[in-house]
T-cell receptor, first 118, second 112 residues
Framework: DGGITQSPKYLFRKEGQNVTLSCEQN?????MYWYRQDPGQGLRLIYY???????QKGDIAEGYSVSREKKESFPLTVTSAQKNPTAFYLC?????????????????FGSGTRLTVV | GQNIDQPTEMTATEGAIVQINCTYQ??????LFWYQQHAGEAPTFLSY????GLEEKGRFSSFLSRSKGYSYLLLKELQMKDSASYLC?????????????FGKGTKLSVIP
């Protein structure tokens, strides 16, 4: 089945450590996104990529970095510069409404990675 | 930028009907989505509106009025499993690319 795989499901980071969250998709979608979700805050955009080898900062990019070397993969690195990294991280792809069945219009999300600083 | 407002919490009774409202302000509106998110899980797609009117899909319906910057999600014959957060998201064409901005979500509790 086509979908988005995020790993790991749970991740613990020590102070001052960089960690990388994996996101892989086999939906053949061009656009990929990283969101962060905190309680009561909704989803906030960290980075997005419309095409391979190109990516743009979202609303809260500070302390994060990404790469898009392959269409299928969009890893997110949480650097030590991110002062409050504990959150639920969601990766998503985007499909234009009108392209095929209505299911999975808009964003399709991975199952998420819950990152905790210890 | 965009501003999306929806109620923080709602409570409704099993078997009843509930309406979750969403208002938005955007400069380049290009569609509105509703997502359902159970605690600790990823959001899942419920509905999409780009033209004014009502879209019905089983127990769920979604309405859009572009002139009023207003949408609602209507849930009928509520079931306990409908207890979840419901996210309103607006697609905006600005700065040469499409962005989807989410409201903070409405936590719906269905009680017996």
């Amino acid at each position: 089945d086509g979908g988005i795989t995020q790993s790991p499901k749970y991740l613990f980071r020590k102070e001052g450590q960089n960690v990388t969250l994996s996101c892989e998709q086999n939906l053949n979608h061009d656009a990929m996104y990283w969101y962060r979700q905190d309680p009561g805050q909704g989803l906030r955009l960290i980075y997005y990529s419309q095409i391979v080898n190109d990516f743009q900062k979202g609303d809260i990019a500070e302390g994060y970095s990404v790469s898009r070397e392959k269409k299928e993969s969009f890893p997110l690195t949480v650097t030590s510069a991110q002062k409050n990294p504990t959150a639920f991280y969601l990766c998503a792809t985007y499909r234009e409404p009108g392209q095929g069945p209505q299911a999975n219009y808009g964003y399709t999300f991975g199952s998420g990675t819950r990152l905790t600083v210890v | 930028g965009q501003n999306i407002d929806q109620p923080t919490e709602m409570t409704a009774t099993e078997g009843a009907i509930v309406q979750i409202n969403c208002t938005y302000q955007t400069s380049g509106f290009n569609g509105l989505f509703w997502y359902q998110q159970h605690a600790g899980e990823a959001p899942t797609f419920l509905s999409y509106n780009v033209l004014d009117g009502l879209e019905e899909k089983g127990r769920f319906s979604s309405f859009l009025s572009r002139s009023k910057g207003y949408s609602y999600l209507l849930l009928k014959e509520l079931q306990m499993k409908d207890s979840a957060s419901y996210l309103c998201a607006v697609r905006d064409l600005g700065a040469g690319s499409y962005q989807l901005t989410f409201g903070k979500g409405t936590k719906l509790s269905v009680i017996p």
